[in-house]
C-alpha cells in the first residue's frame, strides 16, 4: 500500500533582503514527484546543495512548500485538522545528522527517549520503564547507559539513542537525512544493519537521504537522485546509474586502494 505521495512539490525563499529589494531566489525544488510504498526505503542522493534537506523538511511537515501536496496515508499533511496531525506526528519521525544537537545535554537517556513515551502515551511509570529497556534492547544499547548524559556518550551511541527515540512510538516511516554520514565506517555499516533488520521486523519505511551512494545502494530497495531540486532519475537496487550528474556522484567516490586513487585524479 502506499504510504508516502510526494506531488509536484516546488519550493522558493524568498530572497534574503539586499538594498531592501525583494524578490525570488531560484527555486531550491521544481516539480518533486515520487511516492513510497508501505516498508519501503527510498534512497535520495544528490550534490551538497540540490535540496536534499528541505525536501526532507517538507515531508516531515516543517516547512510548507510553495507549490504541490504531501500525502501521508492518504492525508494532505499541509491541510488537515490538528486531530490528525497529532496521528501523523506519531507515524512520521526523523532522524538528522548531528545527534548531539538534537539532544538536551541536561537530560539523561532515560529522559530523552521517555519524552515522545509522556507527551503521546498514557503509560504507568512501570510501563515506560519497561519499553524503555526494550527500544535500547532494539538499538543494541545496555539499559545501564539510560543514567547517563548525551556527553558521556560516543557518536555511535547518540546516533542509536535518536534512533530509539524515534522508534519509541512505532513510526510508518523514518526520514533519516545523512543520518549515518558522521560515523566511520564500520559504525555505519552496523547501523545500516541495524536499521535493515529494525525495518523487516517493525514494517518500517525509511527516506534515507545521503550523498553517500555506497551506503545509499546498501540501504534502499529504490533511489532517486536529485540536481539543482528536480529528480533527475529513478533506480532499482541492482540498476546502475546513467544520468551525467549521478555519474558525476558516482566518479567522485574515492576508490579504497590509494594507488588506484592516484591512477584517478592524475588521469
Ligand atoms: P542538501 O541537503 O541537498 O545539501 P539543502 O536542501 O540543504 O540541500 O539546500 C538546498 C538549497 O536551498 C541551498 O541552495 C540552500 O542554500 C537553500 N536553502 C535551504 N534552506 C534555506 C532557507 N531556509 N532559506 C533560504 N535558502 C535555503
Ligand atoms: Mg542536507
Redesign the pocket.
Known amino acids: 500500500m502506499t504510504l508516502l505521495e510526494v506531488k509536484n512539490i516546488e519550493?522558493q525563499?524568498?530572497q534574503?533582503s539586499f538594498m531592501f529589494k525583494r524578490g525570488q531566489?531560484d527555486p531550491?525544488?521544481q516539480e518533486v514527484t515520487f511516492s513510497l510504498q508501505e516498508g519501503e526505503c527510498l534512497g535520495i542522493v544528490?550534490?551538497?546543495?540540490?535540496?536534499?534537506?528541505?525536501?526532507?523538511?517538507i515531508i516531515l511537515g516543517i516547512?510548507r512548500p510553495t507549490k504541490g501536496e504531501v500525502l501521508f496515508q492518504g492525508i494532505n499533511l499541509y491541510e488537515t485538522t490538528s486531530k490528525h496531525k497529532k496521528i501523523i506526528r506519531r507515524d512520521l519521525q526523523a532522524v538528522f545528522q548531528n545527534s548531539y544537537h538534537s539532544f538536551n545535554p541536561k537530560q539523561t537517556i532515560f529522559e530523552i527517549v521517555e519524552e515522545p513515551l509522556l507527551n503521546f502515551e498514557q503509560f504507568s511509570k512501570t510501563e515506560r520503564q519497561h519499553k524503555i529497556r526494550e527500544l535500547l534492547d532494539c538499538v543494541e544499547l545496555e539499559s545501564t547507559i539510560a543514567q547517563k548524559n548525551p556527553s558521556q556518550l560516543s557518536g555511535g551511541q547518540q546516533q542509536r539513542v535518536n534512533i530509539a527515540r524515534a522508534l519509541a512510538l512505532n513510526p510508518k516511516l523514518i526520514v533519516l537525512?545523512?543520518a549515518i554520514s558522521s560515523l566511520d565506517m564500520i559504525l555505519q555499516k552496523h547501523i545500516i544493519h541495524l536499521l535493515k533488520t529494525l525495518q523487516k521486523d517493525m514494517q518500517l519505511a525509511y527516506i534515507f537521504?545521503s550523498?553517500d551512494l555506497q551506503a545509499t545502494r546498501y540501504m534502499s530497495d529504490r533511489i532517486v537522485v536529485?540536481e539543482h531540486?528536480q529528480l533527475v532519475e529513478e533506480i532499482g537496487k541492482d540498476e546502475a546509474y546513467k544520468h551525467p550528474a549521478s555519474l558525476e556522484l558516482y566518479n567522485a567516490i574515492l576508490p579504497s586502494h590509494p594507488r588506484e586513487r592516484t591512477k584517478k585524479f592524475f588521469r
Open positions: 519550493m525563499y524568498a534574503r531566489e531550491v525544488l544528490g550534490q551538497s546543495g540540490s535540496g536534499k534537506s528541505t525536501l526532507g523538511r516547512e537525512d545523512e537521504i550523498h536529485m531540486g
